[in-house]
Structure formats: C-alpha cells, structure tokens
C-alpha cells in the first residue's frame, strides 16, 4: 500500500499492510487519553520548559559552542529537541499560538548555534571542549541530531514551516558527508537512524535513507571501544540481520530496531524486516513484564536473560515504554499484524500511563512491579533515584519527561489505520475520524467508549459512501466479547473482527468487551514469581498498595475465590503471616496465617498518587 508522506504524525511509512491515519484525521475528544492529552499541552509542556531553562539547557545553544557556562549532560541537547517536537506535535493538535512562538524561538537559537558545515551540538567541537565525534560510544552526538532531525519533521508536517526543517536538514547533510560510504563509523546511542528515515520521507531525499542503512550495516562488529557491560549494550555485538533478540540496553536495543524496520520497509528488504520481528516477539514472550515494561537490570539499564524478570528489581525504563510502542507500531504498519497493536494498548496503559503524575509535573523513570519500602517525598534535585518509588519533578537524566509529552502529544496517530478495504480501530478511545478510503470516498466514524476501565466500545458511522469494511480488535485476554450490530447480538472470538457492509449514516456497532478480573499465572520458568499470581481487569494490571495498612510482604491471596470488581479494581480474599522474630531469615518455623480479609487491588496506574507508598503486582497464592 503506497502512502502519503503528508500524513500528521511521527511515523510515516512509504508503504506497508496498512496506512495511519494521521493526527488531522484522528481526533481524540474525551475519557481516559483525552484528560491526559489536556494536562500534557497544559501542563508537561512548560514544566519541562521550566525545567530546560531554569538549568541553562535551552540557554547552551545562545551560549556557543565551547562556552564555560555550558550546562548539563553531553546529551542535554536532545532533551530540548524532544520538548520541541512535544510542542510541533501538540501544535498540530491544538493550534495553539502561544507553542509557535516558543518553537520558533528556540529555532533561532538552534540556527544560531549550528555551525557553517550543518554541525550542530553545544557540548563537542567548541574551544575546550572535546573535539567533534571524539567519543562514538558515549557522546551522544549523532543521538541528539537525531531527535533535532525528528523535531524538524515534526514541525513540517504539524505546521508546514520550514526554518527548523531547514536546520535539520543542514545538520543531516552534515552527517551524510562525515560519515558517508568511506567512513566506519556510528552512535554508541541509536536514534539516528530512524530519525533519517523519516527525514527521507517528509523530504524525498534518499541520501538519507542511504545513510541509515550504512549506519544500521556498520553495527554488530565489536568496532566501538570495549565496554565494561559488553559489546551488546550498544547492540555492536551481532548484526542486525544475525541477533535472536532484542538485548542490551534496554532503550538502544528498541531504537535500532524501530530503525532498521524503517529502513527494512524503505527497501523492500524482507530478511531484515523478518529478523527484527523474530526479535521483538522473542523478547516479548521471554523479556517483557506483565505491565509490557522490560528491562530487568538497573545497572546496564538493560534486557536481561530470557525470564529473568524479578518484580523487585524491574529497570522498566519509561523510555523503553515510550520505545516499544514506536517499534510495535512500526511492525503493526509493516506487517498488518493485530498482535502488535495488543503490544500498543498494554504498554500504555500500564507503563505510560503510571509513568506521569495526575497534574502532569513529575514522573517516573523507572516503573518497579514490587516496591518494598515506601519511597522519600521528591524535592527540587536533580539527583537520578530511579527505583525511589516516588514520582520526581526532574532529574538530571531527564530523558523520559520529554518523549513521555511527545507520545502523549501525537496519540491519536496511534488509534487508527487503513487498509485496502477500509478502517481498523486498533486502540479504544473517545474519537471523531474523518478520512478519505484509497480509491478517495470520504468516510468518518465516531468512537465512543469507557476503556479502560469500562468494555463498552460504540463505533457510529458519521459519513459513507458504499460498501466497505471496519476492523475492530478484540483483545487476546477478551474472551466472550460480544458484538452487537443491527439488533442482532453474537460472541466474538480474540482477533481482528472485520465488518464489511454498506453501511448506512447513523449505524451503530458495539462491541462489548468482558472486564471481570481474573488471575494471571506467571510462566514457572520465572523463578522469581514461581508460586505469585497477578490480577488483570481488561488491559490493566492490578496492584496491592499500602500506606501502612498492610504489610504486603507478608500477604498471601486465597486462589479458591475468583477476585470481585470494584470499581476500576478488584477485591481479592488474602491471609497476612503472622510476624516471626527470628535471627535471622531461615528456620524451621512456619509463621502463622492470620484471617482471611479482604484486600483491595487498584490499577498499577494509579499506584502511588497518594504518596509514597508499598506496592505490589505480584502475589503470593495459597
């Protein structure tokens, strides 16, 4: 399927099974996504802003290169440029005026910044500072062009403008005669690669498709300077094309391979697409938490071993949630596979939606599944506490604020695809669509629904012309959903349900999807929950939380009796050992189970917004 490059959204491939429907066609009007959407344009955009400017990372680029008042991490600069395509994004989305001004001034500085070749980055190549692409491994350079190459095509499609385009691309061209056909060279950080894909695509420019190619061949060699976590933290382990699974750090490891599918779609390269497929889905079934989180090792932020996966202990970067949405999307587009639209709705409404506090000013950076010990109330320091249980406003590593806001900005290019034969519904939220079908017939539909934490999906044909067909999705763990159309009431199997009619203004389809709770068992090759059961009501994950009421550690859940819904949560019967004083953690004593009581589950999303808090996902059963 051959598709427009001037489709409003972050990712906009020239072909694949299915086109998205971009933010100007989707519009997201009300309920769980349409609150967070508000607080992020109203609230996350100048927080981060705040924030940019209160620490002198906006203020680098009118500084100069080599300036000594040059502040922050070498990767400082990305964070301004993923707060920038946050505000294109956003933009787009509202018009605001207020939004074009702050992104245009900060593309003044950005062009007052980049040097006469295109370079551009307010920590290298500067007097006293190191020189330029000195430091491939941990410099983050061609990273942070990257995110400046996504702004500039977010800013192009969501407004048409072309001065930060114009920077973009003075800056791609750059690299492209740096690190062209005669160079060996590439970030230890992908994001460069996927970010020129897209530049190809919004510009018609295939050096820069070429050039993400290159990048992409060159990795895998053991060519970047010895690492103390291994040659696979950058993914320079094994190519592309020859890895099994996604590994590493975590966050690397799903850009790459949101780049080489990109570039694998581009190409027509069917091997390499096939390859990062084979990873993602092993690294899913083997390397992914309940909650769609993965990354189980804080010290290399990375994968660990297939079922490693303890609770306590779960890195679950916010930025490899943000990350495994852009790559499920991408496979979803590429493959026309439903499975990968499933990936899509449990990382968001468990991972991205816990990550970011109700009022939008503080997030977390890692999103733990067992929090053993209150966390400390968050002050005005940037110091990194990533397993602290507490959302914080900032942190010196403050990458996941920023891609946070720029997902949450563009969401509604998530919602919906076409197809040769007419619209899949792929996420349920309140929306209007209005669009065109590929032999031109305007069509639109209005999408009205309690999920999350209701299963009532409604999909009202506002506008058609002819037959054609709507896709809905009925989610793996959905069985006994049932649709009701034209008065007629049937069951639906998990899948992709495809409607074909002629459909006439006015109809309505609804799909009912069963949200009762139920038990989730882990797989028992995971040592670290063998015994443990989690609770599930449709797409989210429950959690026990306590602010001293229990001691959560010692709880034990009655298996024999199936949880009770409460509200958007569940009640579950659970025993509480009695506390041993024991000298020390073995012995022959069994601790006594106290009463049975009640114990009340709230989604995993809602964890700590009370205050610091002990949580948990997974529960020991009897």
């Known amino acids: 399927m051959a598709i427009s490059r001037n489709t409003l959204g972050p990712v906009v491939p020239s072909r694949g099974a299915l086109r998205p429907l971009g933010m100007d066609e989707v519009r997201v009007t009300g309920g769980f996504w349409a609150r967070r959407q508000q607080v992020n344009g109203g609230a996350t955009l100048g927080h981060a802003l705040g924030w940019l400017g209160d620490l002198g990372w906006t203020g680098n680029f009118w500084n100069g290169s080599g300036s000594p008042e040059r502040r922050g991490r070498e990767f400082s600069d990305s964070e301004v440029y993923k707060i920038v395509e946050a505000m294109a994004w956003e933009h787009g989305r509202t018009a605001a005026w207020e939004l074009d001004d702050r992104i245009e001034g900060l593309t003044a500085s950005f062009r007052a910044a980049q040097a006469e070749d295109g370079y551009l980055n307010t920590a290298f190549g500067g007097p006293g500072q190191r020189p330029r692409y000195s430091d491939l491994a941990g410099g983050h350079e061609l990273y942070c062009t990257g995110h400046l190459l996504q702004a500039g095509v977010a800013r192009t499609r969501s407004a048409g403008r072309r001065p930060l385009l114009d920077v973009a691309r003075r800056a791609a061209d750059h690299v492209c005669a740096a690190f062209g056909p005669d160079s060996t060279g590439f970030c230890g950080h992908p994001e460069i690669e996927t970010a020129l894909v897209e530049l190809a695509r919004v510009t018609g420019e295939q050096r820069y498709l070429d050039q993400a190619a290159l990048f992409l061949n060159r990795r895998g060699h053991r060519s970047l300077?010895?690492?103390?976590?291994?040659?696979?933290?950058?993914?320079?382990?094994?190519?592309?094309?020859?890895?099994?699974?996604?590994r590493g750090h975590a966050v690397r490891s799903l850009y790459l391979a949101c780049g080489a599918v990109d570039v694998a779609v581009e190409t027509g390269d069917d091997h390499l697409l096939s390859a990062v497929r084979a990873q993602f889905d092993r690294a899913w079934a083997r390397r992914a938490y309940l909650t769609g989180g993965v990354g189980s090792r804080h010290l290399d932020e990375a994968f660990g071993e297939d079922f490693a996966l303890p609770p306590d202990r779960a890195y679950s970067e916010t930025c490899a949630g943000v990350a495994t949405v852009m790559l499920a999307q991408r496979l979803l587009l590429a493959t026309g596979d439903g499975t990968y639209a499933g990936v899509v709705d449990r990382v968001l409404h468990n991972v991205i939606a816990a990550a970011i506090a109700d009022d939008g000013r503080s997030f977390f950076y890692a999103n733990t599944l067992h929090q053993r010990t209150p966390g400390r109330p968050p002050g005005r320091s940037e110091q990194l506490d990533a397993g602290g249980g507490v959302r914080a406003p900032w942190f010196e590593v403050s990458c996941c604020l920023p891609n946070l806001a720029r997902l949450i900005a563009s969401l509604s290019s998530y919602l919906l695809t076409a197809d040769d034969t007419g619209l899949r519904v792929h996420q349920y939220a309140d929306c209007d669509v209005e669009t065109r079908l590929d032999d031109g017939r305007e069509v639109a539909l209005q999408v009205r629904t309690s999920y999350p934490d209701g299963g009532d999906v409604t999909v009202r044909v506002a506008r058609t012309e002819g037959p054609w067909s709507i896709s809905l999705r009925v989610p793996d763990w959905a069985t006994g959903a049932t649709l009701v159309l034209d008065g007629e009431r049937r069951e639906v199997p998990p899948g992709d349900l495809v409607l074909t009619e002629n459909w006439a203004r006015g109809q309505e389809i609804r799909l009912e999807l069963p949200m009762r709770p139920?038990?989730?068992?882990?797989?028992?090759?995971?040592?670290?929950?063998?015994?443990?059961?989690?609770?599930?009501?449709?797409?989210?994950?429950l959690c026990a939380e306590s602010r001293g009421e229990h001691d959560l550690d010692t709880v034990r859940v009655h298996t024999g009796h199936e949880p009770e819904p409460t509200?958007?949560?569940?009640?579950?019967?659970?025993?509480?050992?009695?506390?041993?004083?024991?000298?020390?953690?073995?012995?022959?004593?069994v601790p006594a189970l106290g009463p049975t009581e009640p114990l009340d589950l709230v989604p995993y999303h809602r964890w700590a917004r009370r205050g610091p808090s002990t949580m948990r996902v997974w529960l020991p059963a009897t």
């Open 225 to 246: 300077p010895a690492h103390e976590f291994g040659w696979s933290y950058f993914n320079d382990d094994v190519p592309v094309r020859e890895a099994t699974v996604l």
């Open 518 to 541: 139920r038990f989730t068992r882990p797989d028992p090759r995971i040592d670290a929950v063998r015994g443990c059961v989690a609770v599930e009501r449709g797409p989210l994950v």
């Open 567 to 589: 509200g958007s949560g569940a009640v579950v019967h659970a025993r509480f050992d009695a506390p041993q004083h024991l000298s020390w953690p073995y012995g022959e004593q």
